[in-house]
């Protein structure tokens, strides 16, 4: 049986990648060392295609599927810039029919998506609204 973190086949992530669950149906997973945004995408593939893999349940199996966003994170950015034009991504991969990636590159559109909440930032700044 395939062990899961965070809803992520560990088989597609790396030892030094993270996967967490932000809420609802929303996952983050941090890839350390990315080169470019190509190999950010087939990573983000390989989490997509493992993900497809039937899970055993009670009820019978079940399947998943992802939509993904893609993006690099520059200089200086804040998270809550880089998630929301990884979010504007996923939306955008929902849009053109759901279970698939989504480049955005550090100039793409997020205009007009409000950032993600960012858990790490609200739980370092309790004050911030």
């Not at 967490?20 to 941090?30: N, S, Y």
């Not at 809550?80 to 939306?91: Q, T």
């Not at 100039?107 to 960012?118: E, F, R, V, Y």
């Amino acid at each position: 049986m395939r062990r899961r973190r965070s809803g992520v086949s560990q088989e597609a992530l790396r030892s030094q990648d993270l996967a967490a669950r932000l809420g609802g149906d929303e996952l983050l997973v941090v890839l350390q060392g990315v080169q470019d945004l190509d190999n950010a995408v087939a990573i983000a593939e390989k989490i997509r295609e493992a993900a497809q893999a039937p899970v055993a349940t009670v009820a019978g199996e079940l399947q998943i599927s992802l939509s993904i966003g893609v993006t690099l994170a520059q200089p200086s950015e804040s998270s809550d810039a880089l998630i929301a034009r990884a979010d504007a991504g996923m939306y955008e991969a929902k849009r053109v029919g759901r279970n698939c990636v989504i480049p955005i590159p550090a100039d793409g559109p997020t205009a007009g998506i409000a950032p993600a909440p960012n858990p790490v930032a609200d739980l370092a700044n309790p004050t911030r609204p």
